[in-house]
């Protein structure tokens, strides 16, 4: 099987407090630790464990600008064959339907049998998946967390739905989905891995190897646009404990004691 | 001018879900003179009952019955609405997971622009759809401009907009069902797998100790379980706890796993983002014990403790213990 997954670079949340930079046109990005996002990483884990039971190969493809060839490289170190960069500058401030207009036009470069995707991102809105799929007119299924490949025509698929409940779905290849985390145990991967891709070739595609006019991408194309960044004024809040450590367990417990927390 | 605004309409089992009340009062922030039509799919007895419910709440509800639609397959209602709605329809839906798998690929059906986890509307002015959005799990919120001159797509935040319990519209139901068409599709349901029940049912519990990604590692989950033994409460957890399989998923709190309902709720290192409090019900008195002080749980909670967990709790624990 033919598998392309589309992966992004992200600040990563669990290394990072977002903050609004100053004027809001954007967040504080000067110490940001950046990395795959964590949705797509199980994406690529999920295709490669695709690939291994029933043989192929795995692409992965991201939209971004240099720095996001290191995340393409850190994925392929997983186990992956390819990897494509689709960069320029003309991409820039692309929307969510921008972005899958990149990605159709490259998955459109090759023969895919399965198109992945991660779910959402801290940074998106999980919409380039079912974007990508309806462009592409591929049947699509969102927030997966079980893939049984049936046959070469198609998959058995299961998706979380509310209350931990799982909708199973057969579905016919080719096919677009965007994955759960939670799907499978991303491996681990270590300098060696990385070293063994680090002079892997990841060619760089732009707007004309893609055949897509620029007025149709980025800035000038997109019809969905943030204007800030801001932080809304909430209530009141919490009230913050302060003092020492046993000083604030001592007002913690009385506070817990008298709502019934302790018993 | 703005198309006209429609409301998507989930429901279960014969009754409407809580966010088809929200929806009205989502359109009236973006036309305070909106006529919100009402989209009802679904077959039988079910979609009827249904459709008079929702009728008592919007002027307008169209009903679609198609057997093929008795369970909510997303690949065949984006066939049918992409088939009759105008082309300039805004269309709300609930940001759950059928939204999700519904409505991106909708909006390039239609040629419309989308916008996901929608929190609030801040005004149209000419074709200029003004939004709020939040990203990073809540830790900041974004203004955004959509372009509806063709229309849009916009999942709305369920609990985001307080519903409009009126049921005052008194409203007439068109059937619609001729307009269905061919919604063969390549995605075909099979069956919904239920949860799997666990050792405990946090659902019962009074008391919770719920622990999310600030425990860093396996082996601290005992840090939490040793402070719920103290307390006399069960520990849960947050989606990333599971995903990590560390706990099991019968101890997850939120939209995707339990919902419940405690008098008390600690969360240890939890950041608090709307899918996780999606699944706290009933007003508990909330603990936040978090190293980011800008964690979006400091919004909700009651109390506050600014500290890494893994200094913390060890200390809270012995506190708990000597006082027994």
Redesign the interface.
């Given at each position: 099987m033919e598998i392309l997954v589309c992966v992004k670079r992200v600040p990563d949340t669990a290394e990072n407090e977002i903050e609004v930079a100053g004027d809001g046109s954007d967040i504080e990005r000067d110490d940001l630790v950046y990395s795959v996002n964590e949705w797509d990483n199980y994406a690529v884990e999920e295709a490669i464990q695709i690939v291994d039971n029933v043989g192929g190969s795995v692409t992965i493809v991201s939209v971004g600008d240099e720095d996001a060839e290191e995340v393409v490289r850190r994925e392929m170190a997983m186990g992956a064959n390819d990897g494509i960069l689709l960069s320029d500058d003309a991409f820039e401030g692309s929307d969510g339907k921008g972005v899958a207009t990149l990605l159709k036009a490259a998955a459109e470069k090759g023969a895919y049998d399965l198109i992945l995707t991660g779910a959402q991102a801290d940074d998106g809105a999980g919409q380039v998946g079912g974007m990508l799929a309806a462009m592409l007119d591929l049947p699509y299924a969102s927030i997966v967390n079980k893939i049984e490949v049936l046959d070469e025509k198609k998959l058995k698929v299961g998706r979380e739905i509310e209350g931990g409940n799982q909708e199973m779905n057969e579905i016919d290849l080719p096919c677009v989905l965007s994955i759960q985390t939670g799907i499978n145990e991303p491996r681990y991967v270590g300098i060696r891995g990385i070293r063994k891709v680090a002079s892997a070739e990841i060619p760089v595609w732009g707007a004309s190897d893609l055949g897509i006019a620029p007025e149709a991408i980025g800035d000038a194309g997109a019809r969905v646009k943030r204007v800030d960044y801001f932080v809304p004024e909430y209530g009141e809040g919490a009230e913050i404990l302060e003092g020492s450590l046993e000083e604030m367990s001592e007002k913690l417990i009385e506070l817990l004691k008298a709502k019934g927390g302790i018993k | 001018m703005a198309g006209q605004i429609f409301a998507y309409i989930t429901h279960k089992t014969g009754k409407a879900d809580d966010s088809a009340l929200e929806l009205i009062v989502a359109a009236g922030k973006i036309d305070p003179d909106a006529s919100t039509t009402a989209l009802v799919l679904g077959t039988g007895a079910d979609l009827d009952t249904v459709c008079s419910e929702v009728a008592q709440s919007y002027k307008e509800v169209w009903k679609f019955d198609h057997e093929a639609l008795a369970y909510p397959?997303?690949?065949a209602i984006?066939k049918l609405l992409a088939g009759v709605l105008p082309s300039d329809a805004i269309l709300l839906a609930p940001h759950?997971?059928?939204g999700?798998?519904?409505?991106?690929?909708?909006?390039?059906?239609l040629d419309s622009?989308?916008?996901?986890?929608v929190v609030g509307f801040e005004g149209l002015e000419g074709d200029t759809l003004?939004l709020?959005?939040q990203?990073?799990?809540g830790?900041?919120?974004?203004?955004?401009?959509?372009?509806i001159a063709?229309g849009a797509v916009i999942n709305v935040r369920p609990g985001a907009f307080q519903p409009d319990e009126s049921k005052s519209a008194g409203g007439q139901v068109i059937d619609k069902s001729a307009e269905v068409s061919d919604i063969a599709?390549?995605?075909?349901?099979?069956?919904?797998?239920?949860?799997?029940v666990g050792d405990v049912d946090i659902t019962k519990e009074?008391?919770l100790v719920s622990v999310g990604?600030g425990i860093e590692d396996q082996d601290n989950i005992e840090i939490a379980e040793e402070l719920a033994e103290a307390?006399?409460?069960v520990v849960s957890c947050s989606?990333?706890i599971?995903?990590a399989?560390w706990l099991e998923?019968?101890r997850?709190v939120g939209?995707?796993?339990?919902?419940v309902k405690p008098?008390?709720y600690?969360a240890l290192g939890i950041?608090g983002s709307f899918q996780h409090l999606g699944g706290l019900k009933g007003n508990p008195?909330?603990?936040?014990v978090n190293k980011?002080p800008?964690a979006p749980i400091?919004?909700?909670?009651?109390?506050?403790?600014?500290?890494d967990l893994l200094?913390?709790v060890p200390?809270?624990t012995?506190?708990?213990q000597e006082?027994k």
């Open positions: - | 397959n997303a690949e984006r759950d997971t059928f999700m798998d519904l409505c991106p690929g909708l909006s390039i059906k622009v989308f916008a996901a986890d003004k709020i959005r990203e990073y799990s830790q900041v919120s974004t203004h955004v401009t959509c372009d063709n599709t390549a995605r075909r349901f099979l069956e919904v797998v239920a949860a799997e009074d008391v990604r307390m006399g409460a989606r990333p599971v995903d399989k998923k019968s997850q939209t995707s796993g339990q919902t008098k008390v600690l950041s008195y909330i603990v936040a980011n800008k400091f919004q909700v909670a009651d109390v506050g403790i600014v500290e200094d913390f200390v809270l012995e506190k708990v006082g």
